[in-house]
């Protein structure tokens, strides 16, 4: 498909807004969805739903397979080597929850390390605080260089033989620069730490492969890849899944019940208390479909091109300020207009159809670590064009010139 033809799977871009055709340049928050996740999900509230696991009739098992069948399609997705490495979550913040109270609390001890970096989004960085805090370990950063990338340099002299556990984003939704985590994961294995990768940003935009990646654990979202809301995946590698105790009790996850001790079910469903989130997964694999029928090594080139093109764009407007490196980024820019704060240059872009991402994107030590308050976050994805970067160019100089009149 080209890009008009992909846009038309979208039926929020034909939107307007304040009078203007919507421009959505908030994809790192979340992505729209195509209308195949869309009738996906009603198919099944129309035909299929019903509740898992449970029941015997027709409905049961079609909800049952349905919802397995998803988890086959992720397994695939990210070639791990079984299904039953694949965990479904509520999203990414869920999945590193789990890790880090499910894996972590139980190796970690006083005087060991956890190692993250100042460009974690809060997902990834309040959780291992508390790990940190519960079990006497130290919490430790890699340093960063100047333009926000990592310097492997850097990562050996930080990671010790007392690390128990790397975790780091593989692609930052701030900085947009792509980490390299198959390196990390490599240093980390030579202490005997464990890596875990936050995939929230990565996933949607490039082709993901576990094995290759040598990740113990990889963590990301349904609703930024064209799925919906409030599904999310873990994978770990078998050994880690199985030494892991749940976080979560109640139904389903348990294999017998006795008046003071229960016994859990085997992967992956010992980390899946209650009843999951059926339609989610369902819509989930109708992504991936849509994803992977137009390729996910085209949507990586097309975004490549497309942040260059808004890269060299934004820069060579007088008074915007780009955060991270041109090279070697997904699909976003971080900017701010000189004097005007940046939840005041997404309203006035709001005015004319643009939605830009404003505030402080969940990484508040990132946004001191810059020496900001605040950023304004153009993001991109499979359906955006040249012509919607245009719009936003054509919209800042708009906006200068508003608050350059104000302060006159």
């Given at each position: ?11 929020i ?6 009078g203007?055709?919507?421009?959505y ?7 729209q ?12 509230y129309?035909?299929d ?5 449970r ?11 349905a919802?397995?069948?998803a988890r ?31 894996y ?24 291992w ?13 890699m ?7 990592i ?6 002299a930080?990671?010790t033989s007392?690390?128990?556990v ?7 939704n701030v ?10 994961g490599?240093i980390?294995?030579?202490?005997g730490?464990?890596?875990?990768v ?11 492969d576990?094995?290759?990646l ?10 930024k ?29 348990i294999?017998?019940v ?25 819509g ?31 820069s060579?407007m ?13 699909g ?24 830009v ?13 810059l020496?900001?308050s605040?950023t304004a976050r ?13 719009a ?9 010139e508003?608050f350059g009149?104000?302060?006159?």
């Amino acid at each position: 498909m080209n890009a008009a033809e992909i846009r038309e799977q979208f039926p929020i871009l034909s939107e307007t807004i304040n009078g203007h055709p919507l421009v959505y340049l908030d994809s790192a928050a979340t992505s729209q969805k195509p209308r195949q996740v869309i009738d996906a999900v009603a198919r099944y509230y129309e035909h299929d739903n019903a509740n898992v696991h449970r029941g015997v009739h027709t409905l049961g098992s079609r909800a049952t397979d349905a919802y397995e069948g998803a988890r086959v399609k992720v397994a695939r997705f990210l070639n791990a080597p079984s299904e039953q490495q694949i965990i479904f979550t509520r999203g990414t913040t869920t999945a590193l929850n789990l890790v880090a109270t499910g894996y972590a609390r139980t190796v970690c001890g006083e005087g060991d390390e956890i190692v993250i970096t100042p460009m974690e989004h809060h997902s990834n960085l309040i959780p291992w605080q508390q790990a940190a805090k519960a079990t006497g370990a130290t919490l430790k950063y890699m340093p960063l260089q100047p333009d926000g990338t990592i310097d492997l340099e850097d990562v050996r002299a930080t990671v010790t033989s007392r690390t128990k556990v790397v975790a780091i984003t593989y692609a930052s939704n701030v900085l947009g620069v792509i980490n390299p985590v198959q390196a990390i994961g490599e240093i980390a294995h030579e202490v005997g730490a464990v890596l875990v990768v936050d995939g929230a940003q990565s996933t949607p935009h490039m082709k993901i492969d576990v094995q290759a990646l040598g990740c113990d654990f990889y963590a990301f979202s349904g609703h930024k890849m064209c799925g919906p809301t409030g599904i999310g995946v873990l994978y770990g590698k078998r050994e880690l899944l199985e030494a892991m105790e749940p976080i979560e009790y109640g139904g389903e996850m348990i294999d017998f019940v006795d008046l003071h001790e229960s016994t859990w079910k085997e992967l992956p469903w010992k980390f899946e208390g209650g009843t999951p989130i059926i339609a989610g997964a369902v819509g989930l694999a109708a992504a991936i479909d849509f994803l992977e029928e137009i390729g996910l090594d085209a949507i990586d080139r097309h975004e490549s091109q497309l942040v260059a093109y808004a890269y060299d764009r934004l820069s060579a407007m007088e008074g915007i300020s780009i955060y991270g490196p041109r090279e070697g980024r997904v699909g976003l820019v971080t900017f701010n207009l000189a004097d005007v704060h940046p939840h005041d240059v997404a309203t006035v872009l709001d005015t004319y159809g643009i939605a830009v991402r404003a505030g402080h994107h969940c990484c508040q030590p990132l946004m001191r670590w810059l020496e900001v308050s605040a950023t304004a976050r153009a993001s991109f994805y499979l359906y955006n064009t040249e012509s919607d970067v245009d719009a936003l160019v054509d919209a800042l100089r708009h906006t200068k010139e508003f608050f350059g009149h104000a302060a006159g």
